[in-house]
């Protein structure tokens, strides 16, 4: 009994400080998207209403810095909640796994040895080109070049022009930590409800327990009493 009730304090404990950690990224978060919101509209004033828009990228193209996944393995140790895990990429850099980009820099070795074995001769140390056909790249060696630019990831305000205003990129840094924010305060929640329910089933136990102390209590009052 004394057990479940220290369980029982230290579960209440840790509820109000997740609670309370919960309303601070939640605070975070609104003021946060006001922030992005607003460098939004001052970059539409600085640069023309029409300038920032769904009008200057098609729905199709997907350029995403950040991705969100959803994970059950790297939840919180020995609960059975869901944590959603946050990926982060760079302008120019590639977000896929490791085996994907060591498969895309092999194909491009191979069609690399490939263009200079069609080399006919070498005069003084420099390769020389006999044919326009070696100025040219195969089919294969351009779908190779073409999935290695799509593993790298392009900067999403370059679709907005070349030299943007800075408003634009604090917008574009505040819809980026909003991400960020959104994932914390997820991962809050689903903690903050399997505490919950921990401390249910604990409670549940207590009120168990104790209504077998009071059967056997009047079990031993009835023996007494005979």
Not at 169 to 176: A, D, E, H, I, L
Request: glycine content about 6%.
């Amino acid at each position: 009994m004394d057990d479940i009730r220290r369980e029982l304090d230290q579960l209440a404990i840790e509820f109000f400080e997740l609670l309370e950690r919960l309303q601070e990224k939640r605070q975070c978060l609104n003021t946060t998207i006001r922030d992005g919101h607003l460098n939004l509209s001052k970059a539409r004033y600085s640069m023309g209403n029409k300038s920032v828009g769904a009008l200057q990228y098609s729905h199709k193209m997907d350029c995403a810095l950040y991705h969100v996944e959803c994970d059950s393995s790297k939840a919180f140790p020995g609960n059975a909640a869901v944590a959603f895990i946050l990926q982060k990429g760079a302008p120019g850099k590639a977000l896929d796994s490791p085996e994907t980009l060591a498969n895309v820099s092999d194909q491009e070795e191979s069609s690399l040895r490939r263009r200079t074995s069609k080399c006919n001769s070498r005069v003084g140390g420099r390769k020389e080109i006999t044919g326009i056909e070696d100025l040219c790249i195969a089919k294969d060696d351009k779908s190779t070049l073409d999935r290695s630019s799509k593993c790298c990831i392009q900067d999403p305000l370059k679709w907005f022009g070349i030299l943007v205003p800075g408003c634009l990129k604090t917008g574009q840094r505040n819809f980026q930590n909003a991400i960020e924010l959104s994932c914390e305060v997820t991962n809050l929640e689903f903690k903050l409800s399997e505490t919950i329910e921990k401390f249910k089933v604990l409670k549940a136990r207590k009120v168990e327990m104790n209504l077998e102390q009071r059967r056997s209590l009047e079990k031993v009052e009835t023996q007494g009493s005979s």
